[in-house]
């Protein structure tokens, strides 16, 4: 299963001092978490934020980083996407998704839940993600 996880949800999971939940994602086997240049130097900027600096450990985002490098796979080169989505900034990630293939883009951004669905990538939240991902582990 092939997975972006959206600037957003690297957020909230170190606002939440959750970092260890998208851990556990990368002890599956089956679940391979993509990045790109571009969700890295987003994430960076969103970072550096003093609003949003406040509320996180710089542990916290050394350790995020850490496991970026030894658990995700780089996306490196893919074409411009289609600009379907009412956030510009937003494209790339239909790009990489497109460029992977992935199964999933998980997200807490509106302007990409209501597109539902691109070009077979499924477009869920972080919770429904989890329910998935459970659904799947009691069938089998």
Known sequence: MNVILDTNIWVSFLFGKQLH???DLFSNENIHVYVSQQ???ELTSVL???KIRQHIF???IEAMWSLMREKCLPVED???ADS???DAKDVYLLAMAQAIPADYIVTGDKDLLVLGKYNGTTILSYNDFRLL???MNMQG
């Open 21 to 23: 939940t998208v851990a």
């Open 39 to 41: 969700l890295i130097a």
């Open 48 to 50: 550096a934020r003093p």
């Open 58 to 60: 710089d542990q916290s």
């Open 78 to 80: 893919y074409p411009s």
């Open 84 to 86: 379907i989505v009412r």
């Open 133 to 135: 991902l459970l659904g």
